[in-house]
C-alpha cells in the first residue's frame, strides 16, 4: 500500500515538473499571510478536526475515496485585528487545471470540509476559509469591527488570491477558469464576490443565499416575536403537516400535475381561514408567516414564506426563540450588547438602525455587476421553494433587480419542493458544478438541469429544474416522475 501511494505521488510530481513540491510550500512568501503546514496527505488518510462538524456535507464519511492531495494551511491577517484561516487542497494528480472555492453556513468559524472534498474528487484545487473566527455564534463580532468585515467579505477574496497564488506555485500555472460554489452563508458570499470582487471568478454558484441579511433577520424575528411571545398565537409544530396538507390540496393542481408538489407558488393564494385544526389567533399567525413583512409605512422589508414550506416551518417559528442567526446579529452587530433581548425587537425602529450600522457591509444587494458580466463571468443561482430558513422569494427578488443586459449572464433556478440547500420532498439532488462548468467553458447556458428524488437511498423521481422564470411543463403523457415527459417553457 505504503509503495503504491509513493508511487502515484512520485508520478504526480513528474507530471508538473515546473511547480513546487508540497513541502516547500511552506516557504512560500505571500503578503499578510502565513503559511502554517504544507503536507501530503495519501489517499483516503484526511480526517477532519472533530470540531468542522458544522461544516455540514455528504454523508458520515465524505472524505475516504478522497485521492492524494496536497492540503495547505494558512493564516490571513489583512488587518492587525484579522485572524482569517484557509485552507488550500492541491490534487497531486489530476489536476484539472481549475480552481474552485467553496462557502459556508451560517455564521461560519469552519473550514467548510465536507465541500472542499468534493471539488477535490472533482479534479479542482479548492479552497475554504473559517471566514475569521472559531465561534459557533455572531459574539465574535462583538467590539471587533474588522472581523465583522472579514465575515462579510473580505476573508473570502483574501483566501481566493492567496489560493491562486499557491495553485500557481504549485503547479507553475494558475489555474485556466475559476468558481465560487456556494450555499446559505455561502449563497451570500457568491454575490458578495460578484459585487465587489468581479474579478476573482469566472463562474459563481449561488445556492438559497441568506441575503440582504439584515432584512433577512428582521424578518425572522418579528415573524418569530410575533409567534412565540404570545402563546395563544404559537402554532405547535405538530400542525404543520395538517397545514401543508391543506396547501397541497388547494394548489398542487395549479402547475398542470397533482404530484403533491406546489411547484409555482406564486399562483397559490392560500386562505388559511377554514383550517379548523387552528384558533383565529393560530391563523393570524399563519397569514403572517405567509405573508411579506412591511413595515408600517409599507416598505417590504422581506417576502414571506411562500405555501408549500409548512413542514420546515419550525426555523422559523418553531421556538423556543426566534432563529439564533437573526438574534445574534441584532445581539452583536446591530446593538453590540450581549444583554439585549428579542422581545424588545421594534421593526420599524430596529431595521433602520441595521441597515444604517451595515451600510453595504453584508448585505449584499448591488445589481450592478457589468463588471463582472464583462469579463465573461457568469452567476447561476438557486433556491428552494420550501427552503425553511431562508424565504425563497428574496432569489427572485435579487434576479428581478438585474438589468436585461446583465441577466444574459445570470440564471436562477427554482427547486420545487427543496428545503435549504437540499432536502425536501421535491427533486433536490442535481450537479450545478457540471451546469456552470458547461456554460463558462463552453458557452453553453444551462437551458434545463435534471434533480432527482431519492427515498432511501432510490431515485424515485427525476424532473428539470428550468431558468426562472420558466416552468417544467408536463408533456401530457408518460410517467410524472421522469423528466423526460417535461419541458422547460
Ligand atoms: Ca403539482
Not at 455561502?186 to 454558484?205: H, N
Not at 453590540?336 to 421593526?347: I, N
Not at 439532488?429 to 458547461?438: G, L, R, Y
Request: some cysteine; aromatic content about 8%; overall charge neutral.
Amino acid at each position: 500500500m505504503r509503495v503504491a501511494i509513493s508511487l502515484a505521488l512520485v508520478i504526480a510530481s513528474a507530471a508538473r515538473a515546473a511547480g513546487a513540491t508540497c513541502e516547500s510550500l511552506a516557504s512560500l512568501s505571500l503578503p499578510q499571510a502565513a503559511i502554517t503546514s504544507a503536507q501530503n496527505v495519501a489517499p483516503g488518510a484526511f480526517t477532519p478536526p472533530s470540531t468542522s462538524s458544522r461544516g455540514g456535507g455528504r454523508g458520515a464519511n465524505p472524505f475516504k475515496d478522497l485521492p492524494a492531495f496536497c492540503r495547505v494551511a494558512a493564516t490571513l491577517a489583512p488587518t492587525s485585528d484579522s485572524d482569517i484561516k484557509i485552507e488550500v487542497w492541491l490534487p497531486a494528480s489530476g489536476w484539472n487545471g481549475k480552481f474552485q472555492a467553496v462557502g459556508n453556513g451560517g455564521w461560519a468559524g469552519v473550514i467548510s470540509y465536507p465541500a472542499m472534498a468534493d471539488a477535490l474528487r472533482r479534479g479542482y484545487a479548492t479552497a475554504s476559509t473559517d471566514t475569521g473566527h472559531t465561534s459557533a455564534g455572531g459574539s465574535f463580532a462583538l467590539g471587533h469591527p474588522e472581523k465583522f468585515i472579514d465575515f462579510a467579505y473580505r476573508s473570502e477574496h483574501e483566501m481566493t488570491v492567496k489560493a491562486k497564488a499557491l495553485v500557481s506555485a504549485f503547479y507553475g500555472n494558475a489555474p485556466k477558469v475559476s468558481y465560487w460554489n456556494g450555499c446559505s452563508t455561502g449563497g451570500r458570499q457568491g454575490l458578495a464576490e460578484v459585487q465587489r470582487y468581479p474579478d476573482d471568478f469566472d463562474g459563481v454558484i449561488a445556492g438559497a443565499q441568506a441575503n440582504p441579511r439584515t432584512h433577512l433577520n428582521a424578518w425572522q424575528l418579528t415573524i418569530g416575536k410575533a409567534a412565540l411571545s404570545d402563546p395563544a398565537a404559537f402554532i405547535p409544530p405538530d400542525k404543520y403537516r395538517l397545514i401543508h396538507t391543506a396547501v397541497v390540496d388547494q394548489c398542487d393542481a395549479l402547475d398542470g400535475v397533482k404530484d403533491g408538489l406546489v411547484s409555482d407558488p406564486t399562483k397559490c393564494r392560500f386562505d388559511p381561514s377554514h383550517l379548523d385544526f387552528l384558533t383565529p389567533r393560530q391563523i393570524e399567525t399563519v397569514r403572517a408567516v405567509l405573508s411579506p413583512t412591511k413595515t408600517k409605512k409599507g416598505d417590504v422589508i422581506f417576502p414571506g414564506y411562500v405555501p408549500g414550506a409548512e413542514l420546515g416551518w419550525a426555523g422559523l417559528i418553531g421556538g423556543p426563540e426566534p432563529t439564533a442567526t437573526a438574534i445574534d446579529q441584532f445581539k452583536f452587530v446591530v446593538f453590540k450588547d450581549p444583554t439585549w433581548d428579542w422581545r424588545t425587537f421594534d421593526l420599524d425602529r430596529d431595521v433602520a438602525v441595521a441597515d444604517k450600522v451595515d451600510s453595504g457591509t453584508i448585505n449584499a444587494i448591488n445589481p450592478h455587476i457589468e463588471p463582472f458580466v464583462k469579463h465573461g463571468g457568469k452567476l447561476l443561482m438557486y433556491h428552494g421553494w420550501a427552503d425553511q430558513l431562508v424565504g425563497a422569494l428574496t432569489s427572485v427578488n435579487y434576479y428581478d433587480s438585474l438589468s436585461k443586459d446583465v441577466r444574459s449572464s445570470v440564471r436562477l433556478f427554482m427547486v420545487p419542493g427543496m428545503g435549504h440547500c437540499g432536502g425536501g420532498e421535491g427533486p433536490n439532488t442535481f450537479d450545478m458544478v457540471s451546469a456552470i462548468e458547461q456554460w463558462v467553458e463552453q458557452g453553453k447556458a444551462p437551458a434545463r438541469i435534471v434533480a432527482s428524488h431519492a427515498t432511501g437511498g432510490v431515485v424515485d423521481r427525476t424532473r428539470p429544474l428550468c431558468p426562472y422564470p420558466q416552468l417544467a411543463v408536463y408533456s401530457g403523457s408518460g410517467s410524472i416522475d421522469e423528466a423526460a415527459n417535461f419541458v422547460c417553457r
